[in-house]
C-alpha cells in the first residue's frame, strides 16, 4: 500500500518552493486500486499539511488508469486561469515552473500537485447556495468560452456519451429481458428517446470548452463572507457549456444534502434557483429553453441510480424475475420521460 511519512511530505514541499516544516499531515481521501492484481502500484492518495508557518496545504499523489501527467498539467492551469479571472478556487503551487510533477515514492510512480486547502465545504445546499453555485458556474463557463480554454478528457456529464447522470445504454441492453407484456410499453419509451435525442441532436456539433465537470458535491466551500468557490478540477475536460450547465444544476438538487427537515419539494426548489442563478449571469437562450425539457426528462427517465445501481434498480428487477416491479419501473420511465419547461 502506498504511504507517505512527513518527512516524504516535507521533500514534496521544498520541491514545490514551500518550507517543509509541518505542524501535522492528515489523509482526506484513498483509493487503492488493485484491479485483481495484489502488486498493483495503482493509487489515489490526498492529503491536508499543516505547515508551520503558512495555510493548510493539500497534496495529492496520483497513479491512476488513463491519467497523465499533462494531462492533470492542463487541468491544473484551467483552475489557475479560472482564478487569474476572478473565480473564487485554491492557490496552486509550482515545481520548476510546472503544477503537476512526477515521481517515484515508495515505489510508486505517481503525480503530485500541491494547493492550498479550501476551509468550510460545503455540505448540504439550500435554495440560496444552489443560486450562488447557478451563478458561479455561469461565471466559469463565460471565462472558458471568452478565452477559449479546453482540456482533453472524459467528463462526467455529457450527454452524448457514457455519463454518470442517466445510463439509457444499460436501458437498451435490457431489451433480451423484457417481457411480452411489457415489451409494447419498453418500445414505447425507446422511440421516445430516439425522438428526444433527435430535438437534441444540434447541441452535439456545437462548439465544447472546458468545464470543472464535478461543481457540486463535496467540491464547493463557502467564505465567511458568503462567497461560493470551487476545488477539485479532478474530473474536468471539454463540454457543451448549456449541457453542463443543466446536468450540474440536476446532480446538485438530486445528490447533495439538503438542510435538516427540508421538505419534498425541496429538489425543485434547488434546481430551480440553480438555473435562476446561471441565468442571471448567462442568459439562456430561446433554442436553451427549448432543449431542456427534453435533456431534463432524458436525465430524470433514466436516472442511473434507478436503472442500475439501487438494489431494487429497474436491472435489479429484471435479473431476479420480479415482473410487477420491472413494469412499474418501465411504468415511471415513460411518466419521467414526460415534457416539462425551464
Request: hydrophobic share 40%.
Amino acid at each position: 500500500m502506498f504511504t507517505v511519512t512527513p518527512a516524504d511530505i516535507g521533500g514534496v514541499l521544498q520541491e514545490f518552493g514551500i518550507s517543509p516544516a509541518l505542524k501535522c499531515v492528515s489523509e482526506l481521501q484513498r483509493y487503492d486500486y488493485a484491479d485483481g492484481n495484489p502488486g498493483a502500484k495503482k493509487v489515489r492518495l490526498i492529503v491536508r499539511a499543516d505547515p508551520v508557518s503558512g495555510p493548510p496545504l493539500v497534496i495529492r499523489f496520483k497513479n491512476e488508469a488513463d491519467v497523465t501527467l499533462e494531462g492533470v498539467e492542463m487541468q491544473c492551469r484551467f483552475a489557475d486561469e479560472l482564478r487569474k479571472n476572478g473565480v473564487l478556487t485554491p492557490c496552486q503551487y509550482r515545481s520548476d515552473g510546472a503544477f503537476a510533477r512526477r515521481r517515484l515514492m515508495n515505489g510508486y510512480d505517481v503525480i503530485i500537485t500541491v494547493e492550498q486547502f479550501a476551509e468550510h465545504e460545503l455540505r448540504t445546499v439550500d435554495p440560496a447556495i444552489a443560486r450562488k453555485t447557478g451563478k458561479l458556474l455561469a461565471e466559469m463557463h463565460s471565462i472558458s468560452e471568452k478565452n477559449n480554454l479546453h482540456v482533453p478528457g472524459r467528463v462526467l456529464f455529457d450527454p452524448f456519451a457514457a455519463n454518470d447522470l442517466f445510463d439509457f445504454q444499460t436501458f437498451a441492453s435490457l431489451e433480451p429481458l423484457i417481457g411480452q407484456q411489457e415489451k409494447p410499453l419498453f418500445d414505447q419509451i425507446m422511440e421516445r428517446y430516439g425522438a428526444y435525442m433527435e430535438v437534441l441532436a444540434p447541441l452535439s456539433g456545437q462548439p465544447r470548452y472546458a468545464v470543472q465537470g464535478d461543481i457540486s458535491n463535496c467540491n464547493l466551500y463557502q467564505t465567511p463572507s458568503g462567497e461560493i468557490g470551487v476545488f477539485d478540477f479532478n474530473r474536468c475536460g471539454d463540454n457543451n457549456l448549456f449541457c453542463d450547465a443543466v446536468m450540474q444544476a440536476v446532480f446538485e438538487a438530486r445528490l447533495m444534502d439538503c438542510p435538516h427537515g427540508a421538505g419534498e419539494d425541496m429538489e425543485e426548489a434547488i434546481l430551480a434557483a440553480f438555473l435562476e442563478g446561471y441565468d442571471s449571469v448567462r442568459r439562456f437562450s430561446e433554442e436553451q429553453r427549448r432543449w431542456y425539457p427534453y435533456l431534463y426528462a432524458l436525465i430524470d427517465g433514466f436516472w442511473s441510480s434507478d436503472i442500475r445501481w439501487d438494489d431494487g434498480s429497474l436491472t435489479h428487477a429484471l435479473h431476479r424475475g420480479e415482473t410487477e416491479r420491472a413494469r412499474a419501473w418501465l411504468e415511471t420511465i415513460r411518466r419521467r420521460l414526460t415534457l416539462r419547461n425551464l
